[in-house]
């Protein structure tokens, strides 16, 4: 049986579910005198079928029906309209159940009989409790769309920033590229000799743990620490015979005029100490500007061990190519003098663990 009672126009619509007519209908008519719009029905099992087809604010359920029960009925509304608030009928002494009934997803209980005054009340406090859920549930529903618009828009950036990102790797190795190329040709000495020290140096800087944004800039100055080379005149640079003093302190110039030509680049700042310091001595007998000891930034004196080492190890004009044991005994020598004892131990017990690894007729 489906009987509704209607008094005058209320959005706020309650579904009554009892097997009791009597009780259903008294329920009914004391909400449509306060102005509800109620349906009572007394047949459990319609009401799944009747919350499909109508909308509702608010149901009340007996506890107690044949199936299916109040209890079982308040499972299924609660797991297809989780924020539809519902209120239980209960005997007086069965105050176990309603609590259970509650713990299952109830918004509240009235125990029977009830009075008309706390129907209401109970009513009104429900369908307030049930517009609160409703108004958290659209708040999280707009958050969630927004944090989405969001999400989606970070995404577009991201990747509009990783193609920008790729598009400065590429410009910047083509301006290293450039650089190198410029500086081979101008200077055909040592060929390799740049690449060959910018790997070397950046494995012995992670032998000494050296890591992240130290290693790139350490890269970046070994290819370019003869950059300066490129302001010596050509009758310094190219003479095929010993220079002369004044021809000397001109080509200690190089350091200097090599942050002067990559000075301007911003990616290549971080670079500037290896090239303008390559060449000082531990001892404070090196130029351009004669630092002593740690003075000399760290990168600077791991790569001024690798370049001496690959200039005894290469030909090199009036040098004689040395076997690596011997360039390891002569950096020894000049350990403290010119170069720091750290990072020629270091150094050293890299290379004899590669040599180890080697033929004997390798490691030479």
């Not at 359920?61 to 209120?87: E, F």
């Not at 549930?137 to 920033?161: D, I, P, W």
């Not at 790569?303 to 030909?315: E, I, M, R």
Request: aromatic share 4%; charged share 25%.
């Amino acid at each position: 049986m489906t009987k509704r009672h209607t008094t005058r126009p209320h959005d706020e619509s309650v579904l009554i579910v009892d097997d009791e007519p009597w009780i259903s209908d008294v329920i009914a008519d004391q909400l449509a005198l306060e102005g509800f719009v109620p349906t009572a029905i007394n047949d459990s099992s319609q009401a799944m079928d009747l919350l499909a087809r109508d909308a509702f604010d608010l149901v009340i359920l007996d506890i107690y029906m044949p199936a299916p029960d109040g209890l079982t009925l308040l499972k299924r509304i609660q797991a297809q309209y989780p924020l539809l608030p519902v209120l239980m009928l209960t005997a007086f002494s069965d105050a176990e159940t309603a609590t259970r009934a509650m713990r299952d997803g109830a918004t509240d209980y009235i125990v029977k009989p009830h009075h008309g005054a706390q129907l209401a009340l109970r009513v009104e406090r429900a369908l307030e409790r049930g517009e609160m859920l409703r108004e958290r549930a659209r708040a999280q529903e707009y958050l969630e769309q927004r944090v989405a618009e969001q999400t989606q828009q970070l995404r577009r950036q991201s990747r509009q920033l990783a193609s920008m990102l790729e598009r400065m790797q590429i410009h910047y190795q083509a301006t290293l590229r450039a650089l190198e190329a410029s500086l081979d040709v101008r200077d055909q000495s040592a060929p390799g000799h740049c690449r060959r020290v910018a790997k070397l140096a950046v494995q012995l800087a992670q032998e000494m743990d050296v890591t992240g944004d130290d290693l790139v800039a350490l890269e970046h100055g070994a290819r370019l620490h003869d950059i300066g080379k490129m302001g010596i005149p050509d009758n310094i640079l190219m003479k095929p015979g010993p220079l002369t003093d004044p021809q000397w302190e001109m080509m200690r110039r190089h350091p200097v005029i090599g942050c002067e030509i990559v000075g301007h680049i911003d990616f290549l700042q971080s670079a500037l100490p290896i090239i303008r310091h390559h060449h000082e001595h531990y001892d404070g007998s090196g130029y351009p500007d004669g630092l002593r000891g740690q003075e000399i930034p760290l990168l600077a004196r791991i790569f001024s061990v690798v370049d001496a080492f690959d200039a005894l190890t290469h030909n090199r004009p009036y040098n004689k190519v040395l076997k690596v044991q011997e360039a390891l005994d002569r950096l020894q020598r000049d350990s403290a003098k010119l170069y720091d004892p750290e990072v020629i131990a270091a150094f050293a017990q890299m290379v004899h663990r590669r040599m180890a690894a080697l033929s004997p007729a390798d490691s030479d």
